[in-house]
């Protein structure tokens, strides 16, 4: 512990209010960090200690320790708990966490009303790059170098999907899909959000106008990620077939039931959406492509 006393100087005393709202990554990592430990659990598995040795200034078994020598974090068996004393620091950075997102979304979403898609897509990667792991915890998987190309489908799309919708409709469902597409994350929209016209064109029986709109827009997204799948899987060799996979609950119509879960070539496999479905969210299938083994 003697080179930690050296780093940090004789008290080892760490300010929690300054690692929080500072805008040095590797210092509000070490919040970051700690809000790990909110519920306990044991330390991190060693792959993900590594990216965490990345970002913190000392390594994270140091951290830990650190951690502990401040009375911010206790173990408990083997499991990790912050401590009272840290929970102002961890109050502190979830609320900056949530002021950024806060700021970051309208961003995004200038850029898609501006069909800008590259531009949002920049921008998502700038904010992600300020998360300690380079990732933020609600957004999707790391963007591939054609998903701005793909999101800007979604704005152009011309498809059954939105067939007797009206213009203004159609524009706003296209970039509320483009959105939460650029995003890999999809979350349904306060009813003050969804314009008005748009909840009274969308509403069904079984759906209010905001969740009409939320699986509506997850439709285009999919159809889009689909097509997607479908043309990279016809254009290479290395995938002979597809599976059809989707949700299987109570709200999956019997038409998707007879695909779900069966695999086609390529060539041969069913158009999705299914326009036979009758689900009240729409159809959920998608293309999974089949890893041949090689003993085939
Ligand atoms: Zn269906």
């Known amino acids: 512990m003697s080179f930690l006393r050296n780093l940090f ?8 209010a300054a690692l929080a709202t500072s805008p040095e990554k590797s210092d509000y990592a070490q919040i970051e960090l700690l809000s790990e430990f909110r519920e306990p659990r ?9 990216l965490w040795d990345r970002a913190l200034p000392q390594p994270y078994t140091d951290t830990l320790a650190l951690f502990q020598k401040q009375g911010w974090l206790e173990l408990m068996g083997e499991r990790w708990q912050a401590t009272a004393a840290a929970a102002p620091w961890i109050a502190q950075y979830q609320a900056r966490l ?7 979304l309208p961003k995004v979403r200038a850029a898609i009303v501006a069909r ?11 904010y992600e790059a300020r998360q300690p792991l380079g990732k933020a915890a609600w957004t999707g998987p790391e963007p591939q170098l054609s998903h701005s ?5 979604i704005l152009f799309l011309d498809h059954w999907l939105l067939d007797g919708l009206d213009e203004e409709t159609v524009t706003w469902l296209k970039q509320y899909a483009a959105e939460q597409h650029m995003w890999g994350a999809y979350w349904q929209l306060p009813p003050e959000e969804v314009p008005v016209h748009v909840q009274q064109a969308l509403t069904t029986d079984a759906l209010t106008g905001t969740e009409a709109a939320y699986w509506k827009a ?6 889009v990620d689909n097509q997607e799948t479908w043309q990279r899987c ?24 007879t695909t779900l879960g069966k695999q086609f070539l390529v060539a041969r ?16 299938c998608r293309y999974e492509p089949v890893l041949e083994s090689y003993e085939e």
């Open 269 to 284: 496999v069913p158009e999705l959406p299914h326009r036979a479905c009758t689900s009240i969210y729409g159809c959920r």
């Open 234 to 257: 016809k254009g290479g060799d290395h995938v002979r077939r597809l599976e059809i996979v989707g949700a299987d609950d109570e709200q999956t119509c019997e038409h998707c039931r």
């Open 98 to 104: 949530a002021a950024e997102k806060a700021a970051v």
């Open 218 to 223: 997850h439709q285009l997204a999919l159809y």
């Open 116 to 126: 800008d898609t590259s531009e949002a897509l920049a921008i998502r990667r700038a």
């Open 149 to 153: 190309a793909l999101t800007r489908r």
């Open 42 to 50: 044991p330390a991190h598995p060693s792959l993900e200690q590594r």
């Open 9 to 16: 100087g004789k008290s080892s005393k760490l300010d929690g």
